[in-house]
T-cell receptor
Framework: GESVGLHLPTLSVQEGDNSIINCAYS??????FIWYKQESGKGPQFIID?????DKRQGQRVTVLLNKTVKHLSLQIAATQPGDSAVYFC?????????????FGPGTRLSVLP | DAGVTQSPTHLIKTRGQQVTLRCSPK?????VSWYQQALGQGPQFIFQ???????QRGNFPDRFSGHQFPNYSSELNVNALLLGDSALYLC????????????FGSGTRLTVV
């Protein structure tokens, strides 16, 4: 079945360093992907998205890379800050014309060390 | 502008009971989706409502049902609660046809004892 998974369940980085969080997806027909950030006690928060006709998209301090050949996504966070500590999920849209339906991976916990 | 609001924030129920969770979507949004998030896992899609009808459904038993009202708010009902139903239940909203992802609420933490 369709699935989205993450290579690293936990990641610890020094404050100021760059972070890279990886994600593998299985449905080659998926055309839209999102990275969400979830802090303790809160719902997932949209970070950045990318469509399958792109291989890179940049936001403020974040970049998402999409490699359709190997069905791989990554989230790069530049100059990681303590406020970036959270669980990060990649999500793959498997919905139809009626609406989006996102399949989430298990998540990666990012810990920023002082 | 209020985002997605869910109530209650926390709930404790006994096995076998029934529970109703509520969600008000973000202003301007008409599509509501419900997700179940077990501890330490990613959210799992339950179902999606639009125009007061269930449009898509994930792999959840019939014990999970829902409703959407004319004002786009929604309810999630779970009957015959099991211990395994303990989870964070997330509501997400979107404007139909929008080419961007959901806005999530903070969720309802359900504990079944």
């Amino acid at each position: 079945g369709e699935s989205v998974g993450l290579h690293l369940p936990t990641l610890s980085v020094q404050e100021g360093d760059n972070s890279i969080i990886n994600c593998a997806y299985s449905n080659s027909a998926s055309d839209y992907f999102i990275w969400y950030k979830q802090e303790s006690g809160k719902g997932p928060q949209f970070i950045i998205d990318i469509r399958s006709n792109m291989d890179k998209r940049q936001g403020q301090r974040v970049t998402v890379l999409l490699n359709k050949t190997v069905k791989h996504l990554s989230l790069q966070i530049a100059a990681t800050q303590p406020g970036d500590s959270a669980v990060y999920f990649c999500a793959e849209n498997t919905g139809d014309n009626y609406g989006q339906n996102f399949v989430f991976g298990p998540g990666t916990r990012l810990s920023v060390l002082p | 502008d209020a985002g997605v609001t869910q109530s209650p924030t926390h709930l404790i129920k006994t096995r076998g009971q029934q529970v109703t969770l509520r969600c008000s979507p973000k202003s301007g949004h008409d599509t509501v989706s419900w997700y179940q998030q077990a501890l330490g896992q990613g959210p799992q899609f339950i179902f999606q409502y639009y125009e007061e009808e269930e449009r898509q459904r994930g792999n959840f038993p019939d014990r999970f049902s829902g409703h959407q009202f004319p004002n786009y708010s929604s309810e999630l009902n779970v009957n015959a609660l099991l211990l395994g139903d303990s989870a964070l239940y997330l509501c997400a909203s979107q404007r139909r046809g929008a080419n961007y992802g959901y806005t999530f609420g903070s969720g309802t933490r359900l504990t079944v004892v």
